[in-house]
């Protein structure tokens, strides 16, 4: 074939022939030492260096084991206490029921403010006369979700012998001026108070002082409110049988709502030893899987003698 054919014949080929270049082949070169043989001087076995396990998880600090170890012991400290709180409580309680099945006595004519703790919750009666115009009003105080005050009057004792202060009762929040009440809220006269003789209540931080000055009470500040109306530190509630009718109409007319003669002290402290028994059990439960905790799968990783 002639030269000038051959080049025609290569002209015709298809043009995407054309375009395709060779490419030179991609060596790989390993830089990368291979295994070594058993018979290489440098070689290493197995069994003389034997690889390592390590765990990659964090360690525990000290201070974080100390605070853990705080927060339970801790809450057995104060579950210890609430023991001790329950056991003075329930003492306490019974002293006071024991007192109030017992039959009321006449209030004596001098009375020893210092001494009253030992009669706290006693059954007593006076008879005397009410000084409605000195009545003071402690509130705002709430009663079957109704808004009022308590009404505190001092009661002239038929002997002139004291003066002492009465907490008749709860009022309801449009009965708080005397014109807006029944007269027979107002009762004149010779009366016999029946109630039982308390120790002087004791302010809370978070109730406001009162303002006598302006006839404001928010907590009943025996001492105080004596001095206010010349009576003695003497503090009596009234009390009455509960009856919702009868309460319904003593509100209606204006009428003081007396206090049910029983005690009302609260008693949590059992609710209290087993929260903090709870805490304590439980915070020492994690305490001890933190400090017992194994490390997974996961966290294992391994680790192989440089000399092999």
């Not at 080049?7 to 375009?19: A, D, E, G, T, V």
């Not at 009666?125 to 105080?141: D, N, Q, S, V």
């Not at 808004?147 to 001092?154: E, K, R």
Request: positive net charge; without cysteine.
């Amino acid at each position: 074939m002639a030269r000038h054919e051959l080049k025609l014949l290569r002209s015709i080929r298809s043009p995407w022939r054309q375009s395709v270049r060779r490419r030179p082949a991609l060596r790989y070169n390993s830089t990368k030492p291979g295994p070594k043989n058993a018979d290489d001087p440098d070689f290493v076995s197995i069994v003389d260096a034997p690889p390592k396990l390590i765990s990659t998880r964090k360690k525990n600090s000290k201070l974080g084991i100390a605070i853990l170890a705080v927060i339970p012991l801790t809450a057995f400290v104060l579950g210890s206490w609430q023991v001790q709180r329950l056991e003075w409580k329930t003492r306490l309680l019974a002293k006071f029921e024991d007192r109030l099945v017992r039959p009321p006595l006449p209030l004596p004519p001098r009375i020893d403010p210092e001494a009253i703790s030992e009669f706290d919750y006693r059954r007593v009666y006076a008879t005397g006369k009410l000084i409605h115009e000195k009545e003071m009003l402690i509130g705002p105080r709430t009663q079957d979700g109704n808004d009022g005050y308590l009404v505190v009057t001092p009661l002239e004792r038929d002997d002139a012998a004291s003066t002492i202060l009465i907490n008749r009762g709860w009022i309801s929040k449009d009965k708080k001026y005397q014109q807006d009440r029944d007269p027979s809220s107002l009762p004149r006269g010779e009366i016999t108070v029946h109630g039982l003789l308390r120790e002087p209540w004791k302010k809370n931080y978070f109730t406001p002082d009162n303002k006598p000055a302006d006839g404001k009470f928010y907590f009943p500040d025996v001492y105080e409110m004596a001095n206010i109306s010349g009576a003695e530190p003497v503090w009596i509630e009234e009390t009455m049988k509960p009856d919702l009718l009868v309460s319904y109409d003593r509100q209606i007319k204006g009428i003081p709502i007396g206090r049910a003669p029983e005690v009302n002290l609260r008693n949590n402290h059992l609710q209290y030893i087993v929260t903090w028994y709870s805490l304590s059990a439980a915070t020492t439960l994690m305490m001890w899987m933190v400090l017992r905790k194994k490390p997974t799968d996961l966290t294992r990783r391994v680790r192989h003698s440089t000399n092999w």
